[in-house]
């Protein structure tokens, strides 16, 4: 069954102390860390900033959420800064196979994201099978509404990591875990917690415990 993985969101971290905030993750029990927003056009917070933090983090493994436009066009600046899982937006890829296939082949591990109004059967098993990861994105708030596209995801490919991405802390952990998420994005509630190592721990150990259940309720199917 998947292992739990939690990808702390580094847009809720102290920019100003950015590769010590990455280590204090890492220490803390994280084993990735999530850049996502800020990969966008036109602004310097993208791969020079990753480049900067995998200097000084070197094994650091880094999930870059694309939310641009054009996702082939950042696949070798994401690469050559150190990135090493890319996931792009179907919405932004109406062929999205050869983006992969660039992906591979510099290296990174290849995800497919869906934004909240996209429904999961958008992810066609060609596509699943071509990637790793799966992503759903849920933005700055949970969205409830959403849980469900995880479920049908889960089922789908019970082997895949499936990410939930927005608004996922203590409150909402179980909601996503049960359904079938397997990695957690979290921001505040991990870098604003005075002890972030127990909360790695607990969302850690939600995802853990659905996923034995999971796992459960396949075998007597």
Known sequence: ???AIISPSVLASDFGQLTAECKRMIKGGAEWLHMGDHFVPNITMGAPILSCVKKGVPDIFMDCHMMVSDPEKWV?????AGGALYCFH????????????HIHDRGMKAGLAISPDTPASAITDEMANAVRHASRRGGQSFIERCVPKVSELRARYPEKDI???GGVGPKTIDVCANAGSNVIVAGTAIFGAQEPENVITMLKASVNSAQAKIAAARAVQ
């Open 1 to 3: 069954m998947p292992r």
């Open 76 to 80: 070798d600046d994401i690469a050559d």
């Open 163 to 165: 990410e939930v991405d």
């Open 90 to 101: 179907l919405e932004a890829a109406p062929d999205p196979l050869p983006i992969v296939k």
